[in-house]
Protein backbone atom coordinates (compact mmCIF):
# COMPACT_ATOMS: atom_id res chain seq x y z
CA UNK A 1 0.00 0.00 0.00
CA UNK A 2 0.42 3.40 0.29
CA UNK A 3 4.18 4.98 0.38
CA UNK A 4 5.81 8.33 -0.51
CA UNK A 5 9.42 9.71 0.94
CA UNK A 6 11.13 12.22 3.08
CA UNK A 7 14.31 14.30 4.13
CA UNK A 8 16.09 17.71 5.50
CA UNK A 9 18.95 20.18 5.49
CA UNK A 10 20.06 23.07 7.10
CA UNK A 11 17.60 24.21 9.22
CA UNK A 12 17.66 25.52 13.03
CA UNK A 13 17.75 22.10 14.76
CA UNK A 14 15.20 21.59 17.23
CA UNK A 15 16.42 17.95 18.25
CA UNK A 16 16.73 14.40 16.45
CA UNK A 17 17.20 10.64 17.15
CA UNK A 18 18.80 8.63 15.71
CA UNK A 19 16.50 6.14 16.55
CA UNK A 20 14.09 7.40 13.59
CA UNK A 21 12.12 10.05 15.42
CA UNK A 22 13.55 13.11 13.26
CA UNK A 23 12.20 16.12 15.23
CA UNK A 24 13.21 18.81 12.44
CA UNK A 25 14.22 18.88 9.14
CA UNK A 26 17.94 19.59 8.98
CA UNK A 27 19.20 18.95 5.42
CA UNK A 28 22.83 17.29 5.49
CA UNK A 29 23.89 16.41 2.90
CA UNK A 30 25.45 18.41 -0.42
CA UNK A 31 22.90 19.77 -2.88
CA UNK A 32 23.11 19.82 -6.51
CA UNK A 33 24.54 23.17 -8.08
CA UNK A 34 22.19 25.69 -9.45
CA UNK A 35 21.47 26.32 -12.87
CA UNK A 36 21.26 24.00 -15.86
CA UNK A 37 20.50 20.69 -15.77
CA UNK A 38 23.94 18.15 -14.73
CA UNK A 39 25.03 16.77 -17.69
CA UNK A 40 27.35 13.60 -17.25
CA UNK A 41 29.30 11.12 -19.04
CA UNK A 42 27.66 8.29 -17.40
CA UNK A 43 24.30 9.00 -19.26
CA UNK A 44 24.01 6.02 -21.28
CA UNK A 45 21.55 4.37 -23.30
CA UNK A 46 20.48 1.44 -21.21
CA UNK A 47 17.31 0.42 -19.63
CA UNK A 48 16.81 -0.96 -15.89
CA UNK A 49 14.59 -3.24 -16.03
CA UNK A 50 12.53 -3.94 -12.64
CA UNK A 51 10.49 -7.04 -11.85
CA UNK A 52 6.92 -6.40 -9.56
CA UNK A 53 3.74 -8.48 -8.88
CA UNK A 54 1.99 -5.78 -8.05
CA UNK A 55 1.47 -2.50 -10.26
CA UNK A 56 -0.10 1.55 -9.70
CA UNK A 57 -3.41 1.81 -8.71
CA UNK A 58 -3.40 5.20 -10.53
CA UNK A 59 -0.79 8.14 -11.28
CA UNK A 60 -1.97 10.95 -9.13
CA UNK A 61 0.25 12.25 -7.02
CA UNK A 62 -2.22 12.88 -4.59
CA UNK A 63 -3.94 10.17 -4.09
CA UNK A 64 -2.46 7.17 -5.40
CA UNK A 65 -2.59 3.80 -2.79
CA UNK A 66 -0.09 1.72 -3.91
CA UNK A 67 3.85 1.25 -3.22
CA UNK A 68 4.04 0.42 -7.05
CA UNK A 69 2.41 3.97 -8.08
CA UNK A 70 4.69 5.56 -5.20
CA UNK A 71 7.50 4.67 -6.64
CA UNK A 72 6.72 6.14 -10.36
CA UNK A 73 5.77 8.95 -8.71
CA UNK A 74 8.66 9.70 -7.45
CA UNK A 75 10.72 9.49 -10.56
CA UNK A 76 8.22 11.41 -11.82
CA UNK A 77 7.56 14.02 -9.71
CA UNK A 78 10.25 16.40 -7.51
CA UNK A 79 9.98 17.15 -3.93
CA UNK A 80 11.41 20.43 -1.73
CA UNK A 81 13.35 17.90 -0.23
CA UNK A 82 14.61 14.28 -0.53
CA UNK A 83 16.21 11.05 0.89
CA UNK A 84 19.47 10.12 -0.12
CA UNK A 85 20.94 6.30 -0.34
CA UNK A 86 21.70 6.42 3.52
CA UNK A 87 18.48 8.36 4.19
CA UNK A 88 19.71 11.39 4.80
CA UNK A 89 18.02 14.21 4.10
CA UNK A 90 18.93 16.23 0.83
CA UNK A 91 17.99 19.30 -0.71
CA UNK A 92 15.37 18.81 -4.45
CA UNK A 93 13.77 21.36 -5.63
CA UNK A 94 14.86 23.54 -2.38
CA UNK A 95 18.39 23.81 -2.33
CA UNK A 96 18.04 25.25 1.48
CA UNK A 97 15.29 25.41 4.41
CA UNK A 98 15.32 27.18 7.17
CA UNK A 99 12.57 27.58 10.22
CA UNK A 100 12.27 30.97 11.91
CA UNK A 101 13.35 30.94 15.73
CA UNK A 102 10.04 30.37 16.89
CA UNK A 103 9.52 27.42 15.05
CA UNK A 104 6.08 28.35 13.25
CA UNK A 105 7.63 28.95 9.36
CA UNK A 106 10.03 27.54 7.21
CA UNK A 107 11.75 28.86 4.00
CA UNK A 108 12.36 27.04 1.28
CA UNK A 109 14.81 28.55 -1.33
CA UNK A 110 13.90 27.09 -4.17
CA UNK A 111 16.89 25.91 -6.79
CA UNK A 112 17.20 28.30 -10.04
CA UNK A 113 16.84 27.03 -13.60
CA UNK A 114 14.51 24.61 -13.02
CA UNK A 115 12.08 23.32 -15.81
CA UNK A 116 8.41 21.52 -15.91
CA UNK A 117 9.12 17.96 -18.49
CA UNK A 118 6.69 20.45 -20.82
CA UNK A 119 9.51 23.04 -21.17
CA UNK A 120 8.01 25.56 -18.85
CA UNK A 121 9.49 27.13 -15.88
CA UNK A 122 9.13 26.13 -11.77
CA UNK A 123 8.50 28.34 -9.34
CA UNK A 124 7.08 29.19 -5.93
CA UNK A 125 3.81 29.69 -7.27
CA UNK A 126 3.50 26.24 -8.24
CA UNK A 127 4.66 25.14 -4.76
CA UNK A 128 2.08 27.18 -2.82
CA UNK A 129 -0.32 25.43 -5.45
CA UNK A 130 0.33 22.51 -4.25
CA UNK A 131 0.45 22.86 -1.20
CA UNK A 132 -2.75 24.99 -0.79
CA UNK A 133 -4.57 22.27 -3.17
CA UNK A 134 -3.62 19.57 -0.36
CA UNK A 135 -4.71 21.73 2.09
CA UNK A 136 -8.32 23.35 1.39
CA UNK A 137 -9.45 19.84 0.20
CA UNK A 138 -7.72 17.33 2.54
CA UNK A 139 -6.34 15.54 -0.22
CA UNK A 140 -4.79 12.49 0.11
CA UNK A 141 -2.29 11.89 2.39
CA UNK A 142 -0.18 14.31 2.71
CA UNK A 143 -3.08 16.30 4.01
CA UNK A 144 -1.95 15.34 7.54
CA UNK A 145 0.88 17.12 7.50
CA UNK A 146 -1.03 20.54 6.54
CA UNK A 147 -3.32 20.02 9.46
CA UNK A 148 -1.98 23.02 10.86
CA UNK A 149 -0.63 24.74 7.88
CA UNK A 150 -2.12 28.85 8.22
CA UNK A 151 -0.56 30.12 5.33
CA UNK A 152 1.48 29.22 2.35
CA UNK A 153 3.04 31.81 -0.25
CA UNK A 154 5.54 32.52 -2.50
CA UNK A 155 7.67 35.68 -1.47
CA UNK A 156 9.59 36.02 -4.69
CA UNK A 157 9.81 33.92 -6.99
CA UNK A 158 12.22 31.36 -5.72
CA UNK A 159 11.20 31.21 -2.29
CA UNK A 160 8.18 29.81 -0.43
CA UNK A 161 7.26 30.47 3.10
CA UNK A 162 4.48 28.20 4.85
CA UNK A 163 3.19 29.44 8.24
CA UNK A 164 2.02 27.02 11.15
CA UNK A 165 -0.56 27.70 13.79
CA UNK A 166 2.19 25.44 15.82
CA UNK A 167 5.75 24.75 15.84
CA UNK A 168 6.15 21.14 13.39
CA UNK A 169 7.71 18.19 14.37
CA UNK A 170 8.20 16.90 10.47
CA UNK A 171 8.57 19.06 7.84
CA UNK A 172 5.70 18.59 5.16
CA UNK A 173 8.88 19.38 2.20
CA UNK A 174 9.91 15.72 2.52
CA UNK A 175 6.38 14.16 1.67
CA UNK A 176 4.63 16.08 -0.64
CA UNK A 177 5.19 15.82 -4.79
CA UNK A 178 5.03 19.67 -6.15
CA UNK A 179 2.68 19.79 -9.57
CA UNK A 180 2.67 22.51 -12.36
CA UNK A 181 0.17 24.66 -11.59
CA UNK A 182 -0.91 25.08 -15.15
CA UNK A 183 -1.90 21.70 -15.95
CA UNK A 184 -3.87 21.00 -12.38
CA UNK A 185 -5.40 24.38 -11.61
CA UNK A 186 -8.40 23.79 -13.82
CA UNK A 187 -10.27 21.41 -11.94
CA UNK A 188 -11.75 21.75 -8.28
CA UNK A 189 -10.49 19.29 -5.81
CA UNK A 190 -13.52 16.94 -6.06
CA UNK A 191 -12.01 16.67 -9.93
CA UNK A 192 -8.72 16.16 -8.63
CA UNK A 193 -9.19 13.90 -6.00
CA UNK A 194 -11.61 11.52 -8.90
CA UNK A 195 -8.69 12.24 -11.46
CA UNK A 196 -6.29 9.20 -12.27
CA UNK A 197 -3.90 11.01 -14.24
CA UNK A 198 -3.12 8.67 -17.11
CA UNK A 199 0.06 10.62 -18.04
CA UNK A 200 1.76 12.61 -15.43
CA UNK A 201 3.93 15.37 -16.00
CA UNK A 202 6.33 16.61 -13.89
CA UNK A 203 9.77 18.00 -12.79
CA UNK A 204 11.34 14.57 -12.15
CA UNK A 205 14.34 12.78 -13.42
CA UNK A 206 11.95 10.81 -15.49
CA UNK A 207 9.13 11.23 -17.92
CA UNK A 208 6.08 8.87 -18.51
CA UNK A 209 5.89 7.03 -21.62
CA UNK A 210 3.67 4.40 -21.11
CA UNK A 211 1.43 2.09 -18.81
CA UNK A 212 0.27 -1.20 -20.83
CA UNK A 213 -1.85 -2.53 -17.89
CA UNK A 214 -1.08 -5.92 -16.56
CA UNK A 215 2.20 -6.23 -18.68
CA UNK A 216 4.36 -2.99 -18.14
CA UNK A 217 5.18 1.23 -17.23
CA UNK A 218 8.06 2.20 -19.25
CA UNK A 219 9.91 5.76 -18.25
CA UNK A 220 12.33 7.56 -20.57
CA UNK A 221 15.58 10.11 -18.81
CA UNK A 222 14.57 13.63 -18.17
CA UNK A 223 17.74 15.48 -20.06
CA UNK A 224 16.49 18.49 -19.04
CA UNK A 225 16.39 18.08 -15.17
CA UNK A 226 18.18 19.64 -12.89
CA UNK A 227 19.84 16.85 -11.39
CA UNK A 228 22.68 15.04 -12.50
CA UNK A 229 21.59 12.89 -15.60
CA UNK A 230 21.14 9.19 -14.17
CA UNK A 231 22.95 6.33 -16.23
CA UNK A 232 19.61 4.32 -17.18
CA UNK A 233 17.91 6.05 -20.42
CA UNK A 234 14.79 4.08 -19.79
CA UNK A 235 13.73 2.41 -16.68
CA UNK A 236 11.33 -0.28 -17.50
CA UNK A 237 8.63 -1.76 -14.60
CA UNK A 238 7.94 -5.03 -15.74
CA UNK A 239 4.50 -6.48 -14.26
CA UNK A 240 4.19 -10.23 -13.57
CA UNK A 241 1.07 -12.50 -12.02
CA UNK A 242 3.49 -14.57 -10.08
CA UNK A 243 6.76 -14.50 -8.47
CA UNK A 244 7.58 -17.48 -9.62
CA UNK A 245 8.04 -16.52 -13.26
CA UNK A 246 9.07 -12.84 -12.41
CA UNK A 247 12.13 -14.68 -10.40
CA UNK A 248 12.42 -17.43 -13.39
CA UNK A 249 12.99 -14.51 -15.67
CA UNK A 250 14.97 -12.41 -13.64
CA UNK A 251 18.04 -15.26 -13.57
CA UNK A 252 17.44 -15.95 -17.00
CA UNK A 253 18.69 -12.58 -17.16
CA UNK A 254 15.48 -10.67 -18.39
CA UNK A 255 15.42 -8.16 -15.21
CA UNK A 256 17.81 -5.93 -13.04
CA UNK A 257 16.23 -5.93 -9.86
CA UNK A 258 13.57 -7.25 -8.08
CA UNK A 259 11.22 -4.90 -5.81
CA UNK A 260 10.54 -7.96 -3.30
CA UNK A 261 10.85 -11.41 -3.14
CA UNK A 262 9.27 -14.03 -1.44
CA UNK A 263 11.59 -15.74 0.73
CA UNK A 264 11.30 -19.31 -0.40
CA UNK A 265 12.41 -17.95 -3.74
CA UNK A 266 14.80 -15.35 -2.18
CA UNK A 267 16.66 -18.23 -0.08
CA UNK A 268 17.25 -19.86 -3.70
CA UNK A 269 18.68 -16.99 -4.92
CA UNK A 270 21.44 -16.30 -3.02
CA UNK A 271 24.59 -18.59 -4.26
CA UNK A 272 23.13 -17.98 -8.35
CA UNK A 273 26.43 -16.43 -10.10
CA UNK A 274 25.47 -13.08 -10.89
CA UNK A 275 22.97 -12.15 -8.64
CA UNK A 276 23.39 -10.53 -5.41
CA UNK A 277 20.08 -11.33 -2.45
CA UNK A 278 20.05 -9.14 0.17
CA UNK A 279 18.22 -8.84 3.29
CA UNK A 280 17.58 -5.19 4.80
CA UNK A 281 15.45 -3.86 7.65
CA UNK A 282 12.36 -2.20 6.83
CA UNK A 283 10.04 0.56 7.54
CA UNK A 284 7.05 -1.78 6.26
CA UNK A 285 4.57 -4.43 8.29
CA UNK A 286 1.67 -7.05 6.96
CA UNK A 287 -1.33 -6.82 8.65
CA UNK A 288 -5.08 -8.00 9.03
CA UNK A 289 -7.46 -4.95 8.83
CA UNK A 290 -10.91 -5.03 10.35
CA UNK A 291 -14.07 -2.70 8.93
CA UNK A 292 -15.13 -0.82 11.64
CA UNK A 293 -17.22 1.96 9.44
CA UNK A 294 -20.10 2.87 10.98
CA UNK A 295 -21.26 4.03 7.54
CA UNK A 296 -24.54 2.58 6.87
CA UNK A 297 -23.93 1.64 3.10
CA UNK A 298 -21.08 -0.25 4.71
CA UNK A 299 -21.56 -3.96 3.72
CA UNK A 300 -18.92 -4.80 6.53
CA UNK A 301 -19.87 -7.05 9.33
CA UNK A 302 -21.47 -4.84 12.35
CA UNK A 303 -20.20 -7.46 14.76
CA UNK A 304 -16.42 -6.52 14.04
CA UNK A 305 -17.73 -2.77 15.34
CA UNK A 306 -17.37 -5.19 19.00
CA UNK A 307 -13.80 -4.72 20.28
CA UNK A 308 -14.28 -7.93 22.10
CA UNK A 309 -14.53 -9.73 18.93
CA UNK A 310 -11.50 -7.96 17.47
CA UNK A 311 -9.54 -8.55 20.33
CA UNK A 312 -9.97 -12.00 20.36
CA UNK A 313 -9.32 -12.64 16.77
CA UNK A 314 -5.81 -11.18 17.30
CA UNK A 315 -5.48 -13.33 20.92
CA UNK A 316 -5.87 -16.42 18.40
CA UNK A 317 -3.06 -14.96 16.25
CA UNK A 318 -0.01 -16.59 16.52
CA UNK A 319 2.47 -14.07 14.82
CA UNK A 320 5.53 -16.17 15.34
CA UNK A 321 4.03 -19.17 13.58
CA UNK A 322 3.20 -16.32 10.67
CA UNK A 323 6.53 -15.42 10.34
CA UNK A 324 8.05 -18.92 10.28
CA UNK A 325 5.91 -20.49 8.22
CA UNK A 326 4.92 -17.54 5.77
CA UNK A 327 8.57 -15.77 5.92
CA UNK A 328 10.69 -18.70 6.42
CA UNK A 329 11.90 -16.62 9.75
CA UNK A 330 12.80 -13.70 7.21
CA UNK A 331 10.95 -11.52 9.76
CA UNK A 332 9.77 -10.31 13.62
CA UNK A 333 6.25 -10.85 15.21
CA UNK A 334 4.11 -7.92 14.65
CA UNK A 335 2.20 -5.49 17.64
CA UNK A 336 2.44 -1.57 16.95
CA UNK A 337 1.99 0.58 13.70
CA UNK A 338 5.97 1.08 14.04
CA UNK A 339 8.36 -1.07 13.04
CA UNK A 340 11.39 -1.84 15.13
CA UNK A 341 13.54 -0.39 12.36
CA UNK A 342 12.05 3.41 14.24
CA UNK A 343 13.74 2.35 17.23
CA UNK A 344 12.69 3.97 20.75
CA UNK A 345 9.75 5.13 19.07
CA UNK A 346 8.23 1.93 19.09
CA UNK A 347 5.80 0.92 21.54
CA UNK A 348 7.05 -2.12 23.56
CA UNK A 349 3.66 -3.64 24.21
CA UNK A 350 3.98 -5.46 28.19
CA UNK A 351 3.97 -8.92 28.16
CA UNK A 352 0.71 -9.27 29.83
CA UNK A 353 -0.69 -7.18 27.72
CA UNK A 354 -0.31 -9.07 24.16
CA UNK A 355 -3.17 -9.79 22.05
CA UNK A 356 -1.10 -12.36 20.56
CA UNK A 357 -0.97 -16.63 20.62
CA UNK A 358 -3.77 -16.99 23.44
CA UNK A 359 -6.53 -19.14 21.88
CA UNK A 360 -7.61 -20.10 25.45
CA UNK A 361 -8.06 -16.31 26.95
CA UNK A 362 -9.86 -15.21 23.59
CA UNK A 363 -12.52 -18.36 23.95
CA UNK A 364 -12.87 -17.30 27.48
CA UNK A 365 -13.41 -13.26 26.29
CA UNK A 366 -16.42 -14.66 23.67
CA UNK A 367 -17.38 -16.54 26.05
CA UNK A 368 -18.04 -13.82 28.70
CA UNK A 369 -19.19 -11.52 25.98
CA UNK A 370 -21.93 -14.02 25.30
CA UNK A 371 -20.98 -15.90 21.87
CA UNK A 372 -21.91 -19.45 21.96
CA UNK A 373 -20.49 -21.78 20.18
CA UNK A 374 -23.30 -23.27 17.50
CA UNK A 375 -23.74 -26.88 16.62
CA UNK A 376 -21.72 -26.28 13.39
CA UNK A 377 -18.70 -24.91 15.66
CA UNK A 378 -19.25 -21.32 14.59
CA UNK A 379 -19.74 -18.85 17.44
CA UNK A 380 -23.32 -16.95 17.87
CA UNK A 381 -23.92 -13.46 19.26
CA UNK A 382 -26.66 -12.80 21.70
CA UNK A 383 -29.15 -12.21 18.74
CA UNK A 384 -28.11 -14.84 16.77
CA UNK A 385 -25.85 -13.70 14.03
CA UNK A 386 -22.90 -15.81 13.39
CA UNK A 387 -19.25 -14.71 13.94
CA UNK A 388 -18.56 -15.34 10.12
CA UNK A 389 -16.33 -13.10 8.34
CA UNK A 390 -15.27 -12.42 4.78
CA UNK A 391 -11.85 -12.04 4.25
CA UNK A 392 -9.55 -11.14 1.09
CA UNK A 393 -6.54 -11.07 0.06
CA UNK A 394 -3.89 -10.33 -2.88
CA UNK A 395 -3.48 -13.70 -5.13
CA UNK A 396 0.15 -12.49 -6.20
CA UNK A 397 1.32 -11.62 -2.68
CA UNK A 398 2.15 -15.66 -1.94
CA UNK A 399 3.23 -14.56 2.20
CA UNK A 400 -0.21 -12.60 2.78
CA UNK A 401 -1.98 -15.45 1.07
CA UNK A 402 0.04 -18.03 3.52
CA UNK A 403 -0.89 -15.92 6.26
CA UNK A 404 -3.98 -15.66 5.57
CA UNK A 405 -4.64 -19.35 5.30
CA UNK A 406 -3.17 -19.95 8.67
CA UNK A 407 -5.55 -17.26 10.34
CA UNK A 408 -8.36 -18.92 9.04
CA UNK A 409 -7.34 -21.92 10.84
CA UNK A 410 -6.30 -20.26 13.86
CA UNK A 411 -9.96 -18.13 13.94
CA UNK A 412 -11.44 -21.41 13.14
CA UNK A 413 -10.36 -22.84 17.17
CA UNK A 414 -12.02 -20.32 18.58
CA UNK A 415 -15.17 -20.47 16.89
CA UNK A 416 -15.48 -17.58 14.36
CA UNK A 417 -15.75 -18.63 10.88
CA UNK A 418 -13.45 -16.78 8.42
CA UNK A 419 -14.18 -17.51 4.35
CA UNK A 420 -10.85 -16.58 1.98
CA UNK A 421 -11.32 -14.81 -1.36
CA UNK A 422 -8.09 -14.16 -3.50
CA UNK A 423 -8.39 -10.76 -5.47
CA UNK A 424 -5.76 -9.32 -7.65
CA UNK A 425 -4.20 -5.86 -6.02
CA UNK A 426 -6.22 -3.13 -7.61
CA UNK A 427 -9.46 -4.92 -6.93
CA UNK A 428 -8.94 -5.49 -3.51
CA UNK A 429 -8.14 -1.85 -3.02
CA UNK A 430 -11.27 -0.78 -4.64
CA UNK A 431 -13.26 -2.70 -1.99
CA UNK A 432 -11.42 -1.04 0.68
CA UNK A 433 -10.76 1.97 -0.34
CA UNK A 434 -14.53 2.55 -1.37
CA UNK A 435 -15.22 5.32 1.20
CA UNK A 436 -19.37 5.33 0.35
CA UNK A 437 -19.79 1.84 0.68
CA UNK A 438 -16.73 -0.28 2.16
CA UNK A 439 -17.33 -3.23 0.74
CA UNK A 440 -15.48 -5.65 2.99
CA UNK A 441 -14.86 -7.59 6.81
CA UNK A 442 -11.17 -8.40 6.64
CA UNK A 443 -8.47 -7.85 4.48
CA UNK A 444 -4.62 -9.01 4.01
CA UNK A 445 -2.26 -6.34 3.06
CA UNK A 446 0.34 -3.87 4.15
CA UNK A 447 2.49 -0.95 4.54
CA UNK A 448 5.41 0.92 3.80
CA UNK A 449 6.38 3.98 5.89
CA UNK A 450 6.48 6.93 3.85
CA UNK A 451 8.98 8.50 5.60
CA UNK A 452 11.31 7.67 8.22
CA UNK A 453 9.38 9.91 10.81
CA UNK A 454 7.01 8.30 13.09
CA UNK A 455 4.28 10.62 11.42
CA UNK A 456 3.34 9.06 8.44
CA UNK A 457 2.36 5.27 9.68
CA UNK A 458 0.59 6.74 12.85
CA UNK A 459 -1.21 9.10 10.75
CA UNK A 460 -2.79 6.46 9.07
CA UNK A 461 -6.20 5.81 11.25
CA UNK A 462 -6.68 9.27 11.58
CA UNK A 463 -10.44 10.15 11.06
CA UNK A 464 -8.99 12.98 8.88
CA UNK A 465 -7.64 9.92 6.37
CA UNK A 466 -11.08 8.08 6.01
CA UNK A 467 -11.19 8.70 2.58
CA UNK A 468 -7.41 8.48 1.80
CA UNK A 469 -5.27 6.42 4.10
CA UNK A 470 -7.23 5.05 6.45
CA UNK A 471 -8.43 2.02 5.15
CA UNK A 472 -10.20 0.22 8.25
CA UNK A 473 -12.76 3.78 9.10
CA UNK A 474 -11.45 3.64 12.52
CA UNK A 475 -12.42 6.94 13.95
CA UNK A 476 -11.13 8.38 17.37
CA UNK A 477 -11.18 11.42 18.80
CA UNK A 478 -8.56 10.46 21.44
CA UNK A 479 -6.06 8.98 18.75
CA UNK A 480 -6.60 11.87 16.60
CA UNK A 481 -6.22 14.06 19.15
CA UNK A 482 -2.73 12.73 20.38
CA UNK A 483 -1.72 12.77 17.04
CA UNK A 484 -2.26 16.29 16.66
CA UNK A 485 -0.35 16.94 19.94
CA UNK A 486 2.85 14.71 18.90
CA UNK A 487 2.99 16.28 15.35
CA UNK A 488 3.78 20.24 17.19
CA UNK A 489 5.41 18.65 19.93
CA UNK A 490 9.24 19.20 19.36
CA UNK A 491 10.71 18.08 22.61
CA UNK A 492 12.13 14.18 21.83
CA UNK A 493 11.08 13.01 25.26
CA UNK A 494 7.95 14.59 25.65
CA UNK A 495 7.20 13.21 21.70
CA UNK A 496 8.15 9.93 22.39
CA UNK A 497 5.98 9.51 25.16
CA UNK A 498 2.60 10.51 22.97
CA UNK A 499 3.52 8.20 19.59
CA UNK A 500 4.10 5.50 22.62
CA UNK A 501 0.49 6.40 23.54
CA UNK A 502 -0.96 6.47 20.57
CA UNK A 503 0.46 2.62 19.36
CA UNK A 504 -1.06 1.15 22.55
CA UNK A 505 -4.33 3.06 22.29
CA UNK A 506 -4.61 1.54 18.59
CA UNK A 507 -3.34 -1.83 19.13
CA UNK A 508 -5.67 -2.16 22.04
CA UNK A 509 -8.55 -1.13 20.14
CA UNK A 510 -7.17 -3.85 17.32
CA UNK A 511 -8.52 -2.49 13.92
CA UNK A 512 -5.07 -4.05 12.70
CA UNK A 513 -3.82 -7.56 13.43
CA UNK A 514 -0.07 -6.76 12.53
CA UNK A 515 1.34 -10.23 12.10
CA UNK A 516 4.71 -9.04 10.77
CA UNK A 517 7.58 -6.74 10.22
CA UNK A 518 9.56 -8.19 7.42
CA UNK A 519 12.95 -7.66 6.13
CA UNK A 520 13.02 -6.16 2.48
CA UNK A 521 14.06 -9.71 0.58
CA UNK A 522 15.10 -8.11 -3.08
CA UNK A 523 17.87 -8.85 -5.40
CA UNK A 524 19.67 -7.50 -8.01
CA UNK A 525 22.22 -8.69 -11.12
CA UNK A 526 25.79 -7.21 -10.57
CA UNK A 527 26.50 -8.21 -13.47
CA UNK A 528 24.41 -5.67 -15.84
CA UNK A 529 24.30 -2.69 -13.29
CA UNK A 530 26.89 -1.47 -10.86
CA UNK A 531 26.86 1.41 -7.91
CA UNK A 532 23.70 -0.66 -5.84
CA UNK A 533 23.41 0.86 -2.37
CA UNK A 534 21.97 -1.24 0.23
CA UNK A 535 19.85 0.97 1.74
CA UNK A 536 17.52 0.95 4.90
CA UNK A 537 14.14 0.53 3.63
CA UNK A 538 14.73 -1.12 0.62
CA UNK A 539 17.13 -0.87 -2.66
CA UNK A 540 13.98 0.20 -4.30
CA UNK A 541 10.40 0.25 -2.94
CA UNK A 542 11.80 2.75 -1.04
CA UNK A 543 11.25 6.70 0.12
CA UNK A 544 14.42 7.00 -1.49
CA UNK A 545 15.12 7.32 -5.38
CA UNK A 546 18.38 7.45 -4.81
CA UNK A 547 19.48 3.71 -6.63
CA UNK A 548 17.74 4.66 -9.91
CA UNK A 549 19.92 7.65 -10.21
CA UNK A 550 22.98 6.54 -8.98
CA UNK A 551 23.46 2.84 -10.70
CA UNK A 552 25.63 2.89 -14.25
CA UNK A 553 25.64 0.01 -16.64
CA UNK A 554 29.11 -2.82 -16.05
CA UNK A 555 31.80 -2.02 -18.21
Request: proline residues 6%; negative net charge.
Amino acid sequence: MGQPALNRRRFLTLSGMATGLVLSPTLLAACAPEGKPVKSSRAGTGVLRVGWTSEPDLLNPFTFASSAAAEIIALVYDKLLDYDADLKIVGSLANDATYSDDGLSITYALREGVTWQDGKPLTADDVTFTWQLIADNNLGQAAQYLLQLEKVEATDAQTVVATFTHPQAFDPGLIIPIVPQHVWSGMSGKDVSKFNNPEPMGSGPYTFTSWTKGQSVELARNDDWWGEAPAAAKVTFVHFDSADVMTQSFVSGDLDVLTEVPPVLWDGLTSTTGITAVELPSFSFHHIGMNVSTNPASTGSPLLLDKVVRQALSLGTDRSQLVELALAGHGEPGSVLLPSAFGDAQFQVPADQLLDANPDKAMAMLDDAGYQVGSDGVRVSADGQKLSFRLIAIQATDVDVRAAQLFVSSAKKIGIEVNLQTLDENTLSDLVYNADAPDFDLYVWGWDSGTADPDYLLGIPLTSQIGNNNDTYYANPSYDELYDQQATTVDPAARLDLVHQMQQMYYDDAAYIVMWYQSKLQAYRSDTWDGWVESPGGMVFNFTRSNYLGVTPVE
